[in-house]
């Protein structure tokens, strides 16, 4: 049974930080790609970061800079480090999974609230 498990959200100010990880369990973590996708009320989800099994990596434009995504093989885990929060970061927070032999996102888990208010 695979399973993602996300954690590290909550309600920070303007300017903060926060980190989220995903703990994967049920799959060969290091043969995936993991990917970090947000969805904010009335909006199409979107990719926010990506990296590959190697550790390249790709970022959407609203988060260059600001974003880290990094991964722990070992760990089963990723990470999205966020930095200079904005309002407009304010989303539910889905990490995702995809075999490097898949073009889809196969796997998914249940989602972390991010929300950036004063």
């Known amino acids: 049974q695979v399973q993602l498990v996300e954690s590290g959200g909550g309600l920070v100010q303007p300017g903060e930080s926060l980190r989220l990880s995903c703990v994967a369990s049920?799959?060969?973590?290091?043969?995936?790609?993991m990917g970090w996708f947000r969805q904010a009320p009335g909006k199409q989800r979107e990719l926010v970061a990506a990296?590959?099994?190697?550790?390249?990596?790709n970022y959407a434009d609203a988060v260059k800079g600001r974003f880290t995504i990094s991964r722990d093989n070992a760990k089963n885990t990723v990470y999205l480090q966020m930095n200079s929060l904005n309002p407009e970061d304010t989303a539910v927070y889905y990490c995702a999974a995809r075999a490097t032999w898949s073009t889809l996102y196969d796997y998914w888990g249940q989602g972390t609230q991010v929300t950036v208010s004063s």
């Open positions: 049920g799959i060969a973590f290091s043969f995936y790609t």
């Open positions: 990296i590959i099994s190697g550790g390249s990596t």
